[in-house]
């Protein structure tokens, strides 16, 4: 079945840094959506990425999807104590499927 | 707040037990999905409905199983209950069956199997 990989699994990252999480798809998304929980929360939506080379931007963060469609990444530029908590990357394979399949996550920990 | 919720927060059961998970989706939304979320497994997918229909299945063990009712509220029942099924239960609706929408999670049942 379609795998969703993640790294890093961790990342600790001073207040300031830049952080960056790669998903990676055992085979081709039609889409890929990214999800934030925070401690002690439940999952939020961010975004969700269609087209091939897509790039979008939310402020400081920039969520690229691969040309090939088999992976994403979520940058965060000056990262801010807000940034805390985990990223997750879900994608769905098309062809009659209606599930996504979630990434383990990047727990970011930002050190102010 | 999402819209979704969840019922009890909080479940603490014996092995061996049975327990029922409810959600009731954000109004107007058509799709329930449950998902597991153990510390080193992350979102695992267990069942989606759509307006009272099953749509699709994950990981989800043969003593787990849920249901969507006219109202579109749904229950996840989890029997047999083992040391390992401890975990924090997510419910999330969306508007459509398709995935290309986005999901809203609830605030999860966080269930202890002693």
């Known amino acids: 079945g379609q795998q969703v990989m993640q790294i890093p699994q961790y990342q600790h990252v001073q207040e300031g840094e830049d952080f960056t999480t790669y998903c990676n798809s055992s085979?081709?998304?039609?889409?890929i959506q990214w999800y934030k929980q925070r401690p002690g929360g439940h999952p939020v939506f961010l975004i969700q990425?269609?087209?091939?080379?897509e790039v979008k931007k939310q402020k400081r963060l920039t969520f690229q999807f691969g040309e090939a469609k088999k992976n994403s990444s979520l940058h965060i530029t000056a990262t801010q104590t807000t940034d805390v908590g985990t990223y997750f990357c879900?994608?769905?394979?098309?062809?009659?499927?209606?599930?996504?399949?979630f990434g383990k996550g990047t727990k970011l920990s930002v050190i102010p | 707040d999402s819209g979704v919720t969840q019922t009890p927060k909080h479940l603490i059961t014996a092995t061996g037990q049975r327990v029922t998970l409810r959600c009731s989706p954000r109004?107007?939304?058509?799709?329930v999905y449950w998902y597991q979320q153990s510390l080193d497994q992350g979102l695992q997918f267990l069942i989606q409905?759509?307006?009272?229909?099953?749509?699709a299945k994950g990981n989800i063990l043969e003593r787990f199983s849920a249901q969507q009712f006219p109202d579109l509220h749904s229950e996840l029942n989890l029997s047999s209950l083992e040391l390992g099924d401890s975990a924090l239960y997510f419910c999330?609706?969306?508007?459509?069956?398709?995935?290309?929408?986005?999901?809203?999670f609830g605030p999860g049942t966080r269930l202890t199997v002693t």
């Open positions: 990425l269609v087209k091939s080379g």
């Open positions: 999330a609706s969306s508007v459509a069956l398709a995935p290309h929408y986005e999901q809203y």
């Open positions: 085979t081709t998304l039609s889409n």
């Open positions: 109004s107007g939304d058509l799709s």
């Open positions: 879900a994608g769905n394979s098309g062809a009659g499927s209606y599930q996504l399949t």
């Open positions: 409905y759509y307006n009272g229909e099953e749509r």
